[in-house]
């Protein structure tokens, strides 16, 4: 039989979308997880260089004492040994914010509230705090491919903490302000949905 070249289909950049709420959301079988994201406001079309590490099940080899023949072929001796599974890792999910002349969902869940200032004109942030409602809320992010107007896949980190928000910089040329983030997830958190 002959090899058989496929085109493959791309998801293109430009049709994917990032979403996020300043809380986690519920998963039901029954719902899409962009149906959880129904606020206007959710959308975070400000993001670039996008990255998405699933968690990661690291295994490891214990070597153990003596020796046996293999059973597979071509039957040679090896040391004894068990492989181990360890715990699944976090998930993580990194990127590039452009700044916004106002705060996005990114900084209140990284600082919560914040506080009214002048005369209730500003709203002022401060991180690391433990008041109520003014220390980081876990939320939950989404990221929504799709081919020719369809949904396709979905990747959504939930109850994720955000752990960086970085310096605010002007290094691109394109004259705009930048800042990057990092936020992590447990492995139960972490869901990728595929259209069947």
Do not use: W
Not at 61 to 76: A, F, N, V
Request: glycine share 6%.
């Amino acid at each position: 039989m002959a090899n058989q070249l496929t085109t493959p289909v791309p998801i293109k950049v430009g049709n994917a979308i990032i979403y996020m709420d300043k809380a986690a959301v519920t998963v039901a079988a029954a719902a899409t997880l962009v149906s959880l994201f129904t606020a206007a406001t959710d959308i975070q079309n400000h993001v670039k260089d996008l990255t998405i590490a699933p968690p990661e099940g690291a295994v490891d080899k214990i070597d153990l004492i003596g020796e046996t023949t293999s059973t597979m072929q071509p039957l040679q001796t090896h040391q004894n040994y068990v492989l181990e599974e360890k715990p699944f890792g976090l998930a993580k999910i990194s990127g590039t914010l452009l700044v916004k002349p106002n705060e996005d969902f990114f900084e209140l869940a990284f600082a919560g509230a914040g506080t009214a200032a002048v005369t209730a004109s500003y709203t002022r942030y401060q991180y690391g705090g433990s008041d109520a409602a003014k220390k980081r809320v876990p939320c939950a992010i989404l990221l929504l491919c799709n081919v020719s107007a369809t949904d396709v896949m979905s990747v959504l980190l939930n109850s994720a903490y955000i752990t960086k928000l970085g310096d605010i910089k002007a290094t691109g040329a394109d004259g705009h302000l930048e800042r990057d983030f990092e936020a992590v997830c447990a492995p139960e958190n972490f869901v990728i949905d595929y259209l069947d």
